[in-house]
């Protein structure tokens, strides 16, 4: 799922190339992608462009007349710039935004359907897509530390909670964990006051180095190679890689969909942190540390 950093770099692109301008035509080719009925989305044809924002993981298109468009991109949704009436025929293709600059497409792989758009009008119309969660480059580290240990969770998952904190998804939470030198299953309510402060300071110094990083990378042009995986990540989609900072391999923890990477030297002490299914399939055999596995 495109993360914070991934959201600014399509917004500013996208502010860059709508705002100002009037978006013309709306083409939707898969009908479950609009998720509400009032305003009809016909309305938003003709309008002008005020400006695109960032809602969490959503973006909205902000146009004349208090009306936005809110997409959320979930896991595979990716957006698009191409020429003007850009054809969508293809499988992946859910919808088709044509301004008088260019087309915006929304793109989804795989066969879930997942992406959204809505319709949203009036001042207040946005509060029903905003979770709540903690912007951290205004926090202070007292705001932060409270909005962390308001309940006693893992670590994985506090930074992962929309409600608690804004924008930061499985990707960002294992490489922010690594730069703090903290274990993604350490109970929020346990850290010292000096692991929370490292921890704030990881959380902002690992997201605004990448959106510096990808402000570099598109150039002025639109980001196409929006990818949770990246090699230039220390741990997140880099198992049995080495550390970049002890050379160790990176160990994971699978769950449903999802796994965390973690550096067991840097992060646990070189404890291997228990994966669900394997060590329950292992038992005795699961290897506890990393001396375990030499």
Known sequence: MPELPDIIAYQEALDERITGHVLEKIRI??????????????????????????????????????????????????????????????????????????????????????ASLFVAAGPGALAEFDRGGLEVFGATLEQFAGRLTAGNHTLKRALTDPR??????????????HAARLSPLR??????????????????????????????ERRGEFPEKVTAFRPEMAVHGRFGQPCPVCGRPVQRIRYADNETNYCARCQTEGRLLADRGLSRLLKQDWPRSLDDLD
């Open 29 to 114: 080719r898969t009908p479950f992608l609009l998720r509400s009925v009032e305003p009809p989305v016909a309305d938003a044809e003709g309008r002008r462009v005020a400006g695109v924002e960032r809602i969490g993981k959503r973006i909205a298109i902000r146009l004349d007349g208090d009306l936005r468009l809110v997409i959320h991109l979930m896991i595979a949704g990716r957006l698009h710039w191409r020429p003007r009436d850009a054809k969508i025929g293809s499988k992946v293709s859910l919808a088709a935004f044509d301004f008088d600059t260019g087309s915006l497409t929304l793109t989804e792989a795989g066969t879930k359907r997942r």
């Open 164 to 177: 608690a904190f804004d924008g930061i998804g499985n990707a960002y939470s294992d490489e922010i964990l």
């Open 187 to 216: 109970l929020t309510r346990q850290l010292t006051a000096a692991e929370i402060e490292r921890l704030h300071a990881a959380t902002k110094s690992v997201l605004l180095g990448w959106i510096d990083r990808l402000r570099l």
